[in-house]
């Protein structure tokens, strides 16, 4: 009976497959971490309708956990306004910082955190809530009225509002170094 060739193993496969995921791995850690192009960057100042150094609009909120809000009564306090939703995944990655790094850090100083669900009712904030386990106080505008004296597209936005009711820095989207930085200027504020 005639034998039927063997096919010689390739030793090289193996070493050649761990370099090559090597490379991936090392290209992906070098490389900058996402930064809106310059063109993302024009509409994201387009859609801002309060820019830094503008008076923030006065508006009144419906809180979850009862009574509203109204923001010129938190003068004198540095304000973050925070416009995210539920079906987001940026807010939702934004969120997931906001009570060790924004809410503990700051807690017993003249600061307030101020997290507003665009276009979501009661119902759906109540789910997120819970789905999360998140306890902190939001703010709901089923409607988009309040977000639309601020901007008029891109979520999450931040507003953060000095204690004489200025912006003083404003963020669309979830960037770590952007966040970070939303940080230094809230701590700067409170000096």
Same mark, same amino acid.
């Given at each position: 009976? /005639?034998?039927? /060739? #063997? #096919? ?18 090392? =290209?992906?850690?070098?490389? &900058? ?9 024009? @509409? ?12 923030? &609009?006065? %508006?009144?909120? @419906?809180? %979850? ?24 995944? /940026? ?11 924004? =809410?503990? #850090? %700051?807690?017993?100083? *003249? ?26 106080? +939001?703010? +709901? *505008? ?12 891109? =979520? /999450? ?21 952007? %966040? ?10 409170? #000096?």
């Amino acid at each position: 009976m /005639p034998r039927t /060739p #063997r #096919r010689k193993k390739q030793k090289w496969t193996l070493p050649a497959l761990l370099i090559a995921i090597l490379i991936v791995l090392a =290209i992906i850690l070098l490389l &900058p971490s996402y930064a809106a192009t310059d063109k993302e960057n024009d @509409e994201i100042h387009a859609t801002t309708l309060v820019k830094q150094g503008d008076e923030a &609009p006065d %508006f009144t909120v @419906e809180m %979850f956990h009862g009574k509203p809000v109204t923001l010129s009564s938190l003068r004198g306090k540095v304000v973050l306004v925070t416009f995210w939703a539920t079906w987001c995944p /940026p807010c939702r990655q934004e969120l997931k910082h906001v009570q060790h790094e924004i =809410i503990d #850090r %700051f807690a017993g100083r *003249d600061f307030q955190f101020l997290p507003i669900a665009r276009g979501e009712n009661r119902e759906a904030v109540a789910a997120f809530r819970t789905k999360n386990g998140y306890k902190f106080n +939001m703010g +709901m *505008d089923p409607d988009r009225t309040i977000y639309d004296c601020f901007a008029s597209n891109y =979520i /999450p936005r931040n507003f953060l509002i000095n204690k004489e009711g200025r912006v003083v820095m404003t963020t669309a989207g979830f960037d770590r170094d952007e %966040f970070n930085l939303l940080i230094e200027t809230i701590e700067k504020e409170l #000096r």
